[in-house]
């Protein structure tokens, strides 16, 4: 097995500052490509911390991912700190820096003195081409890895990872089957109710069963190499079996999506109003593209389940819609929702049984409530579900 790694470099990513998606894009690409990543790590803009860990890991990994410190600032570093851990000298690479003046002078600018530090590279290292920014790339090799530096700019570092990384793997490394993961997304039951049922089912060998939970959902995952995906199906629909009607989608497709396909599959607009939620269901399922009528957000207002399922109603014909979705507001810890459907008007009322949640987290959990019951209707179930620490107090 290749050992594959990659090191964010960074005190904006160290420090939380950021969100490293590039390190959760690359993990997903080389998943992908059969070379899944064995590990990251990340470490400041501190000199002697990158050449400490370049050359720490270069003794260990086959293959090391660097991200960032490519810039033209003082703060970034992974230029000369690789050529600190290798024992030699940087040097302009003076194709680069052509290309960079070209660059600048075609937008009618002059290149700043500082850009120059970009052209720099370690002694004998390959450059690596940026066709979309100004910071060269460059892979050398160092003990028994084979290191590549890439920019920290998101757009930029994925093309070099797609046309200059992943081809010069692929070429040096025989690559394995990618490895299966199938996935499941839950909502109603918590991590440790489904891992009850599901942890004394015998795993097929090499097979790893995973669970991420993710407020408001519990992701189930089975991890395993291709030659056994025979084994892992049947292992799979014990799992689909135990999570019953607690399982929203299978795949990557999220419940927004799969609900915007569904609408359009049969022809369905949907008008939505909320209160609570604060326009989270909308901002959802406009970004997924389901089809609405009209959305609207109101001010917070205690209202019946009787008055609800009637606003349901009057939201759906004055907009000419088939469907509607209304999310009442907060009353004493108790929450309405109503769904006018074109056989039958459904609504509950629901009560927080678990006070320690932020807001941020409570109005995630509505619309994912919310949904959920428009998916249920889809599928021909009982509209009405809580979840964990939401019990259902009343229905109509």
């Known amino acids: 097995m290749i050992r594959v790694e990659m090191l964010s470099t960074g005190d904006e990513v160290l420090h939380g500052q950021i969100v490293d998606t590039n390190a959760a894009w690359l993990a997903g690409v080389l998943f992908e490509q059969g070379l899944p990543m064995t590990s990251r790590q990340t470490v400041g803009d501190n000199l002697q911390d990158l050449v400490t860990v370049l050359t720490e890991r270069s003794k260990v990994a086959d293959v090391l991912i660097v991200n960032g410190g490519l810039g033209p600032t003082s703060d970034d570093l992974s230029a000369l700190a690789a050529a600190t851990a290798a024992?030699?000298?940087?040097?302009?690479?003076?194709?680069?820096?052509?290309?960079?003046?070209?660059?600048?002078?075609?937008?009618?600018?002059?290149?700043?003195?500082?850009?120059?530090?970009?052209a720099e590279i370690p002694q004998g290292a390959e450059m690596l081409d940026n066709p979309v920014g100004t910071a060269c790339g460059f892979a050398m090799q160092l003990n028994r890895c084979w290191i590549f530096f890439t920019p920290g700019v998101p757009s930029e570092y994925q093309v070099m990872v797609?046309?200059?990384?992943?081809?010069?793997?692929?070429?040096?490394?025989?690559?394995?089957?990618?490895?299966?993961?199938?996935?499941?997304?839950?909502?109603?039951?918590?991590?440790?109710?489904?891992?009850?049922?599901?942890?004394?089912?015998?795993?097929p060998e090499g097979v790893v069963m995973g669970y991420r939970a993710s407020m408001p959902i519990i992701e189930l995952k089975l991890n395993g190499p291709v030659s056994k995906l025979p084994e892992m199906e049947q292992f799979w629909q014990q799992v689909r079996e135990i999570a019953g009607e607690s399982v929203i989608f299978e795949g990557v497709e999220t419940l927004p999506e799969q609900l915007a396909r569904r609408l359009k599959e049969h022809?369905?607009?949907?008008?939505?109003?909320?209160?609570?939620?604060?326009?989270?269901?909308?901002?959802?399922?406009?970004?997924?593209?389901?089809?609405?009528?009209?959305?609207?957000?109101?001010?917070?207002?205690s209202e019946s389940l009787g008055l609800l399922a009637a606003r349901s109603q009057q939201l759906a014909k004055q907009n000419h819609a088939r469907l509607s979705l209304v999310v009442g507001g907060l009353d004493d810890d108790r929450l309405g929702f109503a769904l006018?459907?074109?056989?039958?008007?459904?609504?509950?009322?629901?009560?927080?049984?678990?006070?320690?949640?932020?807001?941020?987290?409570?109005?995630?959990?509505?619309?994912?409530?919310?949904?959920?019951?428009?998916?249920?209707?889809?599928?021909?179930?009982?509209?009405?579900?809580?979840?964990?620490?939401?019990?259902v107090v009343e229905t109509l």
Not at 176 to 188: A, I
Not at 367 to 385: D, I, P
């Open 162 to 203: 797609n046309d200059q990384i992943l081809p010069r793997l692929k070429t040096r490394f025989p690559l394995q089957d990618p490895p299966v993961c199938l996935r499941m997304t839950t909502f109603g039951r918590g991590e440790s109710d489904l891992a009850s049922e599901i942890e004394p089912l015998p795993l």
């Open 87 to 118: 024992g030699v000298e940087l040097e302009v690479h003076t194709e680069w820096l052509e290309k960079m003046t070209a660059y600048f002078a075609s937008r009618g600018k002059v290149m700043a003195a500082s850009n120059r530090k970009q």
């Open 340 to 391: 006018h459907t074109p056989d039958g008007t459904y609504a509950q009322k629901v009560k927080f049984n678990v006070g320690r949640y932020s807001l941020k987290a409570r109005q995630e959990m509505v619309a994912m409530l919310a949904m959920n019951m428009l998916r249920r209707w889809l599928n021909g179930q009982s509209v009405s579900t809580g979840h964990g620490w939401i019990n």
């Open 267 to 301: 022809k369905l607009s949907l008008a939505v109003s909320e209160q609570f939620s604060a326009g989270l269901l909308q901002w959802q399922l406009v970004s997924a593209g389901a089809p609405l009528a009209v959305g609207n957000v109101l001010p917070a207002q």
